[in-house]
């Protein structure tokens, strides 16, 4: 049995196409990696994975329970970096550690472990509207894997990082063997390397599911979808 798997899945926004018909299965361990071009409904995907929004159509389960059914369980065991970073900008980089660890029953001590995972150690006690874009995402990081989901949704995690804190949120991803990864970004040549799929969303349909170890690389990816948009 598929550790996430969605059927059928469509998300409308009255008239505008979220996603639509997404069918897909991911194993337990996997790393995804989502791609399409802008409004190709990635994020929407993701939002509905991370069960921050209903399907309009269809459904999604994670370890063989329906999202609806069970959602508090459910968000225990995903972690989610969206595109906004959604930490408390009045408190410290460890108080928005502590308050995710008291919500998930975590042991405050993870809390400097997860910090310096990330880089931040000499940079806890300052507040976060003190951080810049890129020490935020670092800590967004820090504050998602602190409870060890087994789902880690991560929306454009490269994006606004410097070459150190790039190598620090990949050297973090490489040590996730055991946690699912799905993760959108537009560095396809950056992601290619972690992912074990990618699946390309093209108008919110999933148009094309591919083993990185059967393709020659990210540039025939990005080839195929330029030169044939809408037909891959
Ligand atoms: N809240 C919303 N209300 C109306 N339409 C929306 C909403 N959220 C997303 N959409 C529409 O759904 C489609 C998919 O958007 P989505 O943000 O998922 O794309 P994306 O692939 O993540 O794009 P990008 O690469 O620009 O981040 C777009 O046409 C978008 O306009």
Known sequence: ???LSLSSVSKYFGPQVGVEGITVDVSRGETV?????????????????????????????????????????QRGDIGFV????????????????????RLHGV??????????????TDRGSDPVSEFSHGMA????????????????????????????SLLRVTDQLRELTET???????AIDRGFDYADRVLVLDG?????????????????IKQDYVNAPGQL
């Open 1 to 3: 049995m598929a550790f």
């Open 33 to 73: 990696l989502l791609f399409g071009h802008n409004g190709s409904g990635k994020t929407t995907l993701l939002r509905l994975i991370a069960t921050l929004t209903r399907p309009s159509e269809g459904t999604i389960s994670l370890q063989d329970t329906e999202f609806s059914r069970d959602r508090p369980t």
């Open 82 to 101: 969206a595109h906004e970073t959604y930490l408390y900008e009045q408190l410290t980089a460890l108080e928005n550690l502590r308050l995710h660890a």
């Open 107 to 120: 042991e405050l001590s993870r809390c400097e472990s997860q910090l310096d995972a990330v880089g931040l």
């Open 137 to 164: 995402k670092r800590l967004a990081l820090a504050r998602a894997t602190l409870h060890d989901p087994a789902l880690l949704l991560l929306d454009e995690p490269f994006t606004g990082l410097d070459e150190e």
């Open 180 to 186: 699912t990864i799905v993760f959108a970004t537009h």
């Open 204 to 220: 919110g349909q999933l148009t094309r599911d591919i083993d990185t170890a059967q393709c020659p690389g990210p540039d025939a």
